[in-house]
């Protein structure tokens, strides 16, 4: 349950006889930025390519701190950049293993034809 703050002005009217009271409630505004720390630290701990992850979780951590003491636009930067940092890492990371899958079925071809012609020619080394 959320505590929202009230504050209520009285206003007297000044030009009529009978006083005016006019009310006003300030509600809190709660401005979301998302500090992509579980991101970070998933790419932190899995996909730490040249240390983007390591590097965007510092960024992640610096935007939590700036949202603490409510410098929103301080946070808004350090969570651009971190959320930029946690894409360049998926990407190279989705590389990376799309090419040691490559390598890995290429490699395995080859053992295979290799071993298929060992079968074939006996005793031919």
């Not at 300030?26 to 932190?44: A, Q």
């Not at 949202?67 to 946070?75: N, S």
């Not at 894409?87 to 390598?103: C, M, R």
């Amino acid at each position: 349950m959320h505590k929202e703050e009230y504050e209520v002005s009285v206003m007297g009217g000044g030009h009529t006889s009978a006083s005016q009271t006019t009310t006003v409630i300030n509600m809190p505004r709660d401005i979301s930025v998302p500090d992509h720390v579980v991101w970070s630290l998933f790419n932190t701990l899995f996909m730490n390519f040249c240390c983007l992850g390591f590097i965007a979780f510092a960024y992640s951590v610096k935007s939590r701190d700036r949202k603490m003491v409510g410098d929103i636009t301080g946070a808004q930067a350090f969570a651009s950049t971190a959320k930029c940092l946690n894409i360049w890492a998926l990407i190279f990371n989705i590389l990376l293993t799309i090419g040691a899958i490559v390598i890995l079925i290429i490699f395995s071809a080859a053992v295979v034809q290799a071993v298929s012609q060992m079968m074939n020619h006996p005793g031919g080394f």
